[in-house]
Structures are given as structure tokens and as C-alpha cells.
């Protein structure tokens, strides 16, 4: 998995469409997520129906590319509706909280959202890969309280783009300690403080 490729599919679509959903796509979702099979073999249309039921392919007549979207859409929401535990003063302190709820929660399930993501990295996927990353990109800012517009939101989504995706990816493959995904984040966070306090005193000796 690309660090770069996943990056610059995030950051190229920075207003994605909100997917359909219902209580009842939500609820296989979950049904389908907890089975097994879903984390150790690829996803294809007879694999859901072995895990859930025969009709499950009508709620998602697109075919495994809308599930695995759904999947991460579904993470967003749960993120998002967990938005008052993120109290802190500090934005930072904030997108770090949201980043670690949204992976803390889907740990019973992180096999399965590495099959999600190989879905998505087929060429074929690229625009719902993109649209995709975009908008966990944009529920975490959201989740944070982030209200930028203009060119801060832009250049606050490709910040952050870079710190999510390469947390996903060490969480995916390196995940089981969740310690060290902490840490890992944390160093990624530090980088980016650094790399904008220096930025901040070159813009003001220029101007």
C-alpha cells in the first residue's frame, strides 16, 4: 500500500458526496464485519452472502467496492457521534482524539478493514477510494471542530491526509500493540507542529 498514492487520492477529492445508508445496510455491515471470513479471505459478492444472508448483495447492488465504502463511512458516523469526547483546548489534542476512537473502535475488525482497503486499491476504485479517503479526512476535522474554508481548509485536509493515511496504514498492518499506534501517531502530529512552527516564523521574517 502506497503512502503517497493514498495521500494524493484523499487530497484530490476535498468535498466528496455523502453515501446512502439505512439502519438496515448499517446492521449487515456489522453482521458481515464480525465474521471471520470477512478479515482473512477477499472480498467478492458470494463472500457476503456466505456471511450474512443470500439477499445481502440488494442492499449494496454495486458490489464490494460500496461495502468496503460503506464500511469506512460507517466509521466516520460512529466517529462523528462520538464528537463530545473529544474535549480539549487544543485542536491538535482533539484530531488525535478522533483518530484514535475511530481505530480503537473498529479493533475487533481490523483484519476486515484491511480487505475493505485492498477493494478500494483496485485502479478500477480510484474515484470511490478518493472520494472515500476525502471524507474521513473531513469527518475528522469535523469531529475535531475544525471550521476552516478557503485555502486553510484546503491546506488543513492535505496536512492531515498525510498523518491519518500513514496512522491507518502502521494500524493495519502493525496495529496489534495499540500503544504503539499511539506513539506513532504522536510522532506523526509532532512532525507536522514542527514543520508549521517552522513555516510560521519564515512567513513572518519574509512579510
Known amino acids: 500500500m502506497n503512502l503517497s ?49 443470500a439477499e445481502a448483495d440488494l442492499l449494496f447492488p454495486d458490489g464490494v467496492a460500496q461495502v468496503a465504502e460503506a464500511c469506512f463511512d460507517l466509521m466516520d ?4 457521534a462520538a464528537t463530545d469526547q473529544f474535549r480539549s483546548r487544543r485542536i491538535s489534542r482533539r484530531v488525535r482524539a478522533a483518530i484514535m476512537f ?20 483496485v485502479p478500477t476504485h480510484a474515484r470511490i477510494l478518493a ?20 485555502f486553510t481548509f484546503v491546506t488543513k485536509r492535505v496536512t492531515l491526509a498525510g498523518v491519518y ?3 491507518l496504514l502502521f494500524w493495519l498492518t502493525r496495529g496489534g500493540n495499540p500503544a504503539s499506534v499511539e506513539q506513532f501517531l504522536d510522532r506523526r502530529l ?6 508549521t512552527r517552522l513555516r510560521n516564523r519564515l512567513t513572518g521574517r519574509i512579510a
Open 5 to 53: 498514492v493514498l495521500v494524493a487520492a484523499a487530497t484530490s477529492a476535498l468535498h466528496p458526496p455523502a453515501p446512502a445508508h439505512s439502519p438496515q445496510r448499517d446492521a449487515l455491515l456489522r453482521r458481515f464485519l464480525a465474521d471471520p471470513r470477512a478479515g482473512s479471505q477477499p472480498w467478492t459478492p458470494a463472500l457476503l452472502k456466505q456471511c450474512v444472508s
Open 77 to 80: 458516523r460512529e466517529m462523528l
Open 102 to 121: 475511530r481505530l480503537e473502535a473498529a479493533t475487533l475488525h481490523r483484519a476486515a478493514i484491511r480487505q475493505a482497503l485492498a477493494v478500494l486499491l
Open 131 to 150: 472520494r472515500t479517503l476525502g471524507r474521513s479526512v473531513n469527518a475528522i476535522w469535523e469531529a475535531a471542530g475544525d471550521t476552516s474554508t478557503g
Open 165 to 167: 493515511i500513514s496512522t
Open 190 to 195: 509532532a512532525e507536522v507542529g514542527r514543520i
